[in-house]
């Protein structure tokens, strides 16, 4: 049997951007948060704020290396195997791309050589504003992509040319195409997910160390930031979840409808909390609550939610899949709202730092967060099938007329070596920094390990 084209390219350039995703939202959370640990040493003058921040700046480094290494190539892949969409959506989605490249890329590597090699050659004050702008920049250049991704969702503002016996999409509006229906709500859920991701990292890290006796001021430090970022994130991501919600269920009632499993149009709609469906029977077994998504989505326990009996079946999104990748997303979500509320008690209390199971569960707990953003991307662009471009352009249409399945081949399993190389540098690299420690002593004075610590900080003059 020969290898499917369409099956090989779709694959690559999957594997492609989940791959390179593991990499932006450790940059926009460890560059977040490099502001705030940098802030504390201008305030404070404190030399531990330093040694922090100069270590999360070797770990930001690795991290935005390989990710733009590996952001590049996706571009590539829009020319060799699809290039009838990007024929397609080439005047819509340029546009966004070379704002990302203008206004995000330049800002961010502009000021990064200052950020890596500033210290000592440049006043504090400016180190610390070419840390805003770094991380200001990988934040813009996030909004960039989302909005070229999200016009695909929910595409507004255009309209149909043809040329040369060919369609393509036209601007009518450049910034109503920048705020299409679902472009902020999406934005702003996935810099939350950074900033949940970036944080887990400099906690897991910090509990790493505690657990090892070693750099403890570092440590109780870096983790007390970084929980508390990571606490107004994970709370504040099941209110833009929700919204991200309603939006879908107005401009997307399909992916919806594959999200909660349900099949029939209904009243009292319930919400799944755990289950499976069954596309062959189209049903859907498991735990619900009854009338729960009717309420969530319309503020009414018995209205009207669409199923995809609505929908053409040819239009239907794969169900298996998005139903269990959006579960278990939304279930690691509440996991860290959990989780991080249950340490802050801990750490009001006074006694977070010798709960050494909490400790261990961080040190482990770095991962769940990619996981989460991973299956979050996962469900937002299996959901949007079969439609590279919804309800203008089938996926099946936008692949190139004249790319081989062996060409694609070839170029995919170059692709995965490649990658699995980069990925064991990576990996080396902060298993190398990690062991190395934070410049400076390793074990300063004790002054307790609690909220006091920070407070302490700030009311001691420089």
């Not at 099956?7 to 959370?29: D, E, K, S, V, W």
């Not at 060799?80 to 340029?94: E, I, K, L, P, Q």
């Not at 007390?224 to 994970?234: M, N, P, V």
């Not at 170029?411 to 420690?437: R, T």
Request: with cysteine; proline share 4%; glycine share 8%.
């Amino acid at each position: 049997m020969e290898p499917d084209v369409e099956i090989l390219a779709r694959l690559q350039f999957g594997l492609t951007i989940m791959f390179h995703y593991i990499f932006p939202p450790f940059n926009i959370g460890l560059g977040f948060l490099l502001v705030f640990f940098e802030s504390a040493y201008i305030i404070t003058g404190n030399k531990i704020y330093e040694h922090i921040t100069r270590f999360w700046i070797k770990i930001f480094a690795a991290c935005f290396s390989v990710g733009v290494a590996t952001g590049i190539v996706m571009e590539f892949e829009f020319g060799t195997n699809w290039a009838t969409y990007s024929r397609f959506v080439g005047d819509v989605f340029g546009s966004p791309l070379a704002a990302e490249g203008i206004f995000a890329f330049f800002l961010e590597s502009g000021f990064l050589a200052i950020l890596l090699f500033g210290w000592g050659r440049v006043k504090p004050w400016f180190h610390l504003f070419s840390t805003i702008m770094v991380a200001l920049g990988s934040i813009m250049s996030a909004f960039w992509i989302v909005v070229a991704n999200s016009w695909q969702q929910t595409p507004v503002a255009y309209e149909i040319v043809e040329h040369a016996g060919m369609s393509r999409a036209v601007i009518t509006d450049f910034w109503e195409m920048v705020l299409n229906p679902s472009s902020l709500v999406r934005f702003t859920h996935v810099i939350i997910g950074a900033f949940i991701q970036g944080s887990f990292l400099v906690m897991s890290v910090a509990a790493f160390y505690y657990l090892k006796n070693k750099y403890h001021q570092f440590a109780v430090r870096s983790f007390i930031i970084a929980l508390f970022i990571a606490t107004i994130a994970s709370v504040g991501q099941l209110v833009v979840g929700h919204r991200h919600g309603e939006v879908v269920a107005e401009y997307q009632p399909a992916k919806l409808a594959g999200y909660e499993g349900l099949y029939e149009t209904t009243t009292e709609a319930p919400l799944y909390i755990l289950g499976y469906t069954d596309p062959d029977k189209k049903e859907t077994v498991g735990i619900k609550i009854p009338g729960m998504l009717s309420y969530l989505i319309y503020g009414n326990k018995n209205a009207e939610v669409k199923g995809l009996s609505e929908f053409p079946e040819s239009d239907w999104p794969p169900v298996g899949i998005i139903f269990q990748t959006y579960h278990i997303m939304v279930g690691l979500g509440f996991l860290f709202i959990g989780l991080t509320l249950i340490t802050l008690v801990y750490l009001f209390r006074g006694n977070l730092f010798k709960q050494r199971w909490l400790l261990r569960i961080y040190v482990l707990s770095v991962i769940l967060p990619v996981i989460a953003n991973q299956l979050g991307w996962v469900s937002a662009e299996r959901g949007r099938q079969p439609w590279i471009v919804q309800g203008l352009l089938r996926t099946s249409e936008g692949i190139s007329k004249s790319v081989t399945a062996e060409e694609v081949l070839v170029s995919f399993i170059l692709f995965i070596l490649v990658y699995i190389l980069l990925f064991i540098v990576w990996v080396y690299i902060l298993d190398k920094e990690i062991k190395h420690g934070p410049e400076g002593p390793e074990d300063m004075p004790e002054i307790g390990f609690s909220l006091r610590s920070l407070k302490l900080d700030f009311l001691k003059k420089k």
